[in-house]
């Protein structure tokens, strides 16, 4: 069973490059959603999707863009990458807001 | 707004020991409330959920947490902790009927087992 799968695993980008993270899921949820982890701050929503074409922005999406043409697939796009945005990225998704979230394996970017 | 809080960015105990890593929440209304635990290099994995059902939630692994209305907390339990315990734990909120807000963490706790 493969739930929720993210490309690459580990990325270095240098600063101004442009890059997407792939996350597909193969368990018909309709809510996904990217979440980027930082020490001593938990995760933090950047943004998320309620279905298929509807996607918002969560706590902190400035530097980021999403999409969603399918409901198996919600890539993440970094514009113009910045230091700040080294972290670990998680997707994530679920059959409904009150039901497990599945996470996906992560993707460590250093931006340098 | 919700928000969550977890007192104290590590926390250390001996093997045999019990468990106890705490969270507390602040939510305009009765919010659901999870735990996930996550291992080294991966995923967070849901070790229990609180969904205004049965207010002592037991979850896997022997985990379990008791939702205090009055004290707006989910603490975490483990009667007796094992080696294999040893990951970062965190809390997470989500309000129900809001499908514009998603899961909001705390900061985490790290938990490590002494032998």
């Known amino acids: 069973n493969a739930g929720v799968t993210q490309t690459p695993k580990f990325q270095v980008l240098k600063t101004g490059q442009s890059m997407t993270l792939q996350c597909a899921q193969d368990m018909n949820h309709e809510y996904m959603s990217w979440y980027r982890q930082d020490p001593g701050m938990g995760l933090r929503l950047i943004h998320y999707s309620v279905g298929a074409g509807i996607t918002d922005q969560g706590e902190v999406p400035n530097g980021y863009n999403v999409s969603r043409s399918t409901t198996e697939d919600f890539p993440l796009r970094l514009l113009s990458a910045a230091p700040s945005q080294t972290s670990v990225y998680f997707c994530?998704?679920?059959?409904?807001?009150?039901?497990?979230?599945?996470f996906g394996q992560g993707t460590r970017l250093t931006v340098v | 707004a919700q928000s969550v809080t977890q007192l104290g960015s590590h926390v250390s105990v001996s093997e045999g020991a019990l468990v106890l890593l705490r969270c507390n929440y602040s939510?305009?209304?009765?919010?659901?409330l999870f735990w996930y635990v996550q291992y080294p290099n991966q995923g967070l994995q849901l070790l229990l959920k609180?969904?205004?059902?049965?207010?002592l939630v037991k979850g896997i692994n022997g985990f379990e947490a008791e939702f205090k209305k009055s004290e707006t907390s989910f603490h975490l339990t483990k009667p007796s902790a094992h080696m294999s315990d040893a990951a970062e734990y965190f809390c997470a909120v989500s309000l129900p009927n809001n499908a514009g807000n998603m899961l909001t963490f705390g900061g985490g706790t790290r938990l490590m087992v002494k032998p």
């Open positions: 609180y969904t205004s059902a049965a207010t």
């Open positions: 939510s305009s209304v009765p919010p659901y």
């Open positions: 994530a998704s679920s059959y409904r807001l009150t039901t497990e979230a599945f």
